[in-house]
């Protein structure tokens, strides 16, 4: 099956697909098992670019209270030079107040030993359960391990790593005009926009002279426009590495397809996910405005339990708009709804509202709200 | 039982409880079944006071998109007067546009006619299905008949006639000080504070010389502080009716207590739930600052899971009160956190977060999120 398989993906013409193992030339990673995860899948993890001229950018949650692995991203990193990345699922190290600070700056300094780098040049991600402090022997040794092993062909172990509710592997390896791109992203639950929540990096040997603007670009449109539960993660953050080293650009809309279609492949892998909808509000009399609308029906419980339960009813669109829109007055009516799909028998469906005041628009995506994610929240701690 | 069950309840000394069928003198009501719910439940109801020098108060939902009935009562009740009110279940008469509100003046003028009234002292609500036009026919008819069966003795019968998906008629008389008052409500989803989303009907023979300040405080305290799902109704009311009759002020508290009460049994009614928690955050830097961390905490849905799993994961508190705090910098650890009854078998529980950023301090109650309510909410049109 293609990488690209959403309705609402649309990849430039002429992308080839690759081996997702396959890292972008120069970029090497890894994958090891440390036990900080029960099921003893693996755990930490390391992607490197060889190319000391590599440039890149990071986003990080809005979080107010971000994990420790952000904060030292944020205060000790060079976020335009990154040589590396280190990560750990299991255990987000957020909630852990200085000695969590300490264990992120020191799994910085373990991977840049062990890789030979300047620890401003090394970039950390946590993800996983809350309040609770790292096992900082087994993270160093696990690093240790990652760094002798190491490959341009160890982009799935790398993924893997970085894995926590998720339900498999998010990542691609694609080629066009003579550049290739590759990513690795995680993410599955306590997902809302800030510009998104998770983990994602991404590798490419284009040339990308401004990687900032690019990526602030890219994830706004993707990451930035999903929601399953509507709460911001501590912890998300995503990475862009461009080593330039193929002498040729990133093609126009290469890396917006590639960040949008791992989206929605959160967004559909959202806890206990049945079906994705895209909820567009329009007529609204601001932009502003027009996303307030959509995302109060995407993170509506009511709207969201309706899409499981196939229920055509439209009433709910119209109540969370209301309730988005206090302080003004509107009639709407089921003239303004087009709720058509949610009664059909499709795992992509559209939703749409008709403000009546103005011409702005907006859009998200969101999960339905089922058994399956009340299960996994209620029985296990995550 | 005793009405006054909530540990968060204080009711004044020496209060009286009564049997609730019978209303505060002055007032009769009634309660019929016309077929608007499939189930053959009571669906119409009328509640009328006989004494013309009646004062009352109203309260109405914030949402932008308010029902008929609420536009009504807005634009053609004298809501400072109100003899009588109409109300009706199964269908909330919403997002039904100007059929909609031909139906609720119908209802209101068929009631004024039914009781000999000027149809400007007849208030209208109405809950349930949202998008979809009422049964005429059967809603007059029923006004008519209710009409002839008012009585005193007749609070339950209304109480039943106002129902949705509640469990059992929410409703209490109480005496104090030589003063009766008397209410009815309903709730239990679609839930959340503007002021309150519920309808709520209170009688009493106390003078009120200023009904609509006491009616605003009381519901702000109790009603305006509850959430389910965070989800605000398009038909909330709440009306208050005092004659004045004994001769006697409202005692200090009482309309307070039987508010908060009502309020609480509406959370712990919620739809699915089978715990109510009281999230307080306190040391914050504004009274607004605080509500916004207590209402982010109590409407999230990993927190309200981690209620129903008995999941003492704090650290979701955290990440929460982080969301509601974006653009701010904070810390918050473990010590920052009161979450201890989370773990342990109580149905009332009480969880805390200490900002560290000020004095202020607010607090709101709310339901888990369970198995049921994505059952109720999923299966059943609502």
């Known amino acids: 099956m293609s990488f690209f398989r959403s309705r609402w ?32 899948e693996p755990d930490v993890g390391l992607v490197t670019c060889d190319d000391p001229e590599v440039r890149s950018a990071a986003l990080f949650t809005a979080n107010a209270a971000p994990a420790p692995p952000v904060r030292i991203c944020r205060e000790r990193c060079d976020l335009g030079s990154l040589r590396a990345i280190v990560a750990n699922s299991g ?3 957020a909630a852990t107040g200085p000695h969590g600070i300490e264990d992120a700056a020191d799994m910085q300094e373990r991977a840049a030993d062990a890789l030979g780098l300047s620890p401003t040049l090394v ?7 809350i309040g609770r402090r790292l096992p900082m022997a087994a993270i160093l040794a696990g690093i240790e391990e990652a760094a002798t092993e190491l490959g341009g062909d160890r982009g799935e172990d790398f993924a893997h790593s970085i894995m926590t509710t998720d339900s498999g592997p ?12 590759t990513a690795q992203a ?12 998770l983990l994602c990096f991404v590798q490419t040997d284009a040339e990308v002279p401004d990687p900032s603007v690019r990526l602030r670009g890219a994830a706004e449109s993707s990451f930035g426009r999903i929601t399953v539960d509507g709460q911001m993660s501590t912890n998300d953050s995503i990475f862009l590495q461009a080593t330039g080293a193929s002498g040729r650009p990133l093609p126009e809309g290469l890396l917006e397809a590639v960040l949008l279609q791992l989206a929605l492949d959160v967004v559909a892998d959202g806890e206990g ?5 895209r909820v567009e509000a329009v007529e609204a009399a601001s932009e502003e405005e027009a996303e307030r609308v959509a995302r109060a029906i995407a993170n509506s419980q009511l709207v969201q339990t309706g899409i499981f339960g196939h229920d055509a009813n439209w009433g709910r669109i119209v109540q969370a708009a209301g309730m988005a829109l206090v302080g003004e007055e509107v009639e709407l009516g089921p003239e303004n709804v087009d709720a058509a799909e949610l009664g059909e028998d499709v795992a992509e469906l559209e939703l749409g509202i008709r403000l009546g005041r103005g011409s702005w628009g907006a859009h998200v995506w969101c999960s339905d709200l089922t058994y399956d994610y009340v299960k996994l929240n209620a029985e296990y701690t995550t």
Chains 1, 2 share one sequence.
Do not use: H, W, Y
């Not at 970039?123 to 996983?128: F, K, L, N």
């Not at 990542?171 to 791109?181: E, H, K, P, Q, Y």
């Open 170 to 181: 998010k990542r691609c390896a694609v080629r066009l005009d003579g550049v290739t791109l």
């Open 273 to 277: 996910a049945t079906r994705v909808a």
């Open 91 to 93: 255990n987000a190290n």
């Open 186 to 197: 995680k993410g599955a639950g306590m997902m809302q926009p800030g510009f998104a929540t």
């Open 123 to 129: 970039g950390v991600a946590s993800t996983g359960v």
């Open 9 to 40: 993906v649309q990849p430039p013409e002429g992308i080839e697909e690759r081996d997702p193992a396959a890292l972008a030339p120069g970029f090497r990673a890894a994958g090891v098992r440390t036990g900080v995860k029960p099921s003893g």
